[in-house]
């Protein structure tokens, strides 16, 4: 760190916040503090400095569990009407409303049944989503992982026919929750042609883990990958993927992404060739329990 | 101020003891006027609003006054108050993400973007809108951890203990920030 604490961008950085901070409201400011203090009640039990979502008590445990009884229902009744595939809410409205004219009475009780909008979510996202027993399959995988090395894989990502994997000689902590992610390129030669898939990639990690894969053969990919979770459902991530070949490709990106909903992340067009990542997020813990294993 | 005369020589810690013997409300005030500085150094260039800002440095700070008795002397004082405030920055930025937010992921578009405005080229802000964009367009992870060791001066050991994570997950945490930061700021930098 001693290297950097004088150097261009430090000094930047800080020169902006010495400027961006006013520094005449401290007492203003101190008041306020006090009086809200105060006027609130004192906690009846000592309150925790630093929540850690698996380190709850009994109480959060329940409402997960409730939530994932919830879930579990919501996604076993998404299965029961649709194919058994996950699809993203631009094709259920789809199903939907072909499901109009044979139920109308039930439409009331249905607000999502709205007509896609024209700036709605694009529907090659489809392109990525797991099949409920593909995820499976997936998640089988990751048991394997877990009985073969216990707490010692760190990250696994299949590539085509290439499979690369991270065990460490040290136990990650259990913290670090499993995940799994599909990043998929998708392309078309043009706005009237649909989307095909033209490179894909399953991960499975854990939490705060880096992933670094590199592939050198064929059309080389690396492939840099970081997750951390902000909430149950929310995470953030950085990418960073490069594909080389004929078509070569590089993606340095990071953002927010809800588990299980497919997003895109990067686009870009090239000529008549317009190319968009995809990328889909999918946690443990929805899935945790044996009824909701298949749905998400 | 009295109370900054008579408790001034006294670390957060040994405030902390004399105000739950005593619950002295200038030994609070002492406690709080010394960290509000830094509250707000780390809260700001998290969220990145001033009006945000003002709301969560007096959340952080009423968590705190509330919660000493919780304060179990196991860390330190400034280590307990930074988990506190990061808890309360990330619920906020929790919340207020779950609202669509314009461009989260492309830096060089809104570097542009930032740098074409004529009201920051009329005022001369360009480097506060440049390095705010360049900020709001970081992970809050990373964004914390560039504000943690740039901004407060934590030692990546320290920033481990606070964010709950490994020492190598906040060196990459900082080389991916700053690397992005670079990028984005690039027309700043020597």
């Known amino acids: 760190m001693t290297k950097r604490e004088n150097d261009s961008l430090t000094c930047l950085l800080r020169r902006w916040l010495d400027e961006a901070l006013p520094s005449d409201d401290d007492q203003v400011q101190l008041e306020r503090v006090l009086r809200r203090a105060a006027e609130l009640p004192q906690p009846q039990s000592p309150a925790r400095s630093r929540p850690s979502r698996r380190k709850y008590g009994a109480t959060v445990?329940?409402?997960?569990?409730?939530?994932?009884?919830?879930?579990?229902?919501?996604?076993?009744?998404?299965?029961?009407?649709?194919?058994?595939?996950?699809?993203?809410?631009?094709?259920?409205?789809?199903?939907?409303?072909?499901?109009?004219?044979?139920?109308?009475?039930?439409?009331d009780r249905r607000p999502d049944v709205q007509p896609l909008r024209p700036d709605g979510p694009p529907a090659d996202t489809a392109l990525v989503q797991l099949g409920s027993d593909e995820l499976r399959r997936r998640w089988d995988l990751l048991d394997q992982l877990d009985e073969l090395f216990g707490k010692r894989w760190v990250w696994m990502v299949e590539c085509g026919?290439?499979?690369?994997?991270?065990?460490?000689?040290?136990?990650?902590?259990?913290d670090s929750?499993?995940?799994?992610?599909?990043?998929?390129?998708?392309?078309?030669?043009?706005?009237?042609?649909?989307?095909?898939?033209?490179d894909k990639s399953f991960i499975l990690t854990r939490e705060q883990q880096l992933v670094e894969a590199v592939f050198e053969d064929g059309a080389a990919r690396k492939l840099?990958?970081?997750?951390?979770a902000i909430d149950e459902s929310l995470?953030?991530?950085?990418?960073?993927?490069?594909?080389?070949?004929?078509?070569?490709?590089?993606?340095?990106?990071?953002?927010?992404l809800v588990a299980g909903r497919a997003t895109q992340i990067f686009s870009i067009r090239r000529g008549q060739h317009e190319y968009r990542a995809v990328l889909l997020l999918m946690s443990r813990l929805r899935t945790a329990s044996p009824n909701s294993k298949r749905t998400l | 101020m009295p109370a900054t005369k008579w408790f001034g020589h006294m670390t957060d810690e040994e405030l902390v003891a004399a105000y739950l013997a005593s619950e002295d409300r200038e030994i609070l005030e002492t406690l709080i006027r010394r960290n509000l500085g830094r509250v707000r150094r780390l809260v700001y260039p998290m969220v990145l609003n001033h009006a945000d800002a003002d709301d969560v440095v007096q959340e952080v700070l009423v968590r705190v006054a509330l919660g000493l008795r919780a304060f179990r002397r196991e860390a330190s004082f400034s280590t307990w108050l930074g988990h506190v405030a990061m808890n309360t920055i990330y619920q906020f930025l929790a919340r207020r993400n779950r609202g669509p937010r314009p461009g989260l992921c492309d830096l060089r578009r809104l570097q542009a973007h930032a740098a074409t405005q004529p009201e920051n080229i009329v005022t001369g802000k360009e480097l506060d809108a440049a390095v705010t964009r360049a900020l709001s367009m970081l992970a809050p992870k990373l964004r914390a951890a560039i504000v943690w060791t740039t901004f407060d001066g934590a030692s990546p050991a320290e920033v481990a203990e606070i964010e709950g994570c490994t020492r190598a997950t906040v060196y990459w945490r900082i080389h991916q920030a700053r690397k992005a930061l670079k990028q984005a700021l690039r027309d700043w930098l020597c």
């Not at chain 1, 840099?224 to 951390?228: A, G, I, Q, R, T």
């Open chain 1, 177 to 198: 929750a499993p995940l799994a992610a599909r990043l998929a390129i998708l392309t078309r030669q043009g706005p009237d042609q649909e989307f095909r898939v033209h």
């Open chain 1, 224 to 228: 840099s990958f970081w997750v951390y």
């Open chain 1, 61 to 107: 445990w329940l409402s997960a569990g409730a939530a994932a009884t919830v879930l579990a229902l919501l996604a076993a009744w998404m299965l029961k009407t649709s194919s058994g595939t996950i699809q993203p809410p631009a094709l259920r409205r789809e199903h939907a409303e072909r499901r109009e004219d044979q139920t109308p009475a039930r439409n």
């Open chain 1, 161 to 174: 026919d290439r499979v690369d994997m991270k065990v460490t000689c040290n136990s990650i902590s259990p």
């Open chain 1, 235 to 256: 995470y953030t991530y950085d990418l960073d993927f490069v594909l080389e070949g004929e078509q070569s490709l590089s993606i340095s990106t990071s953002g927010v």
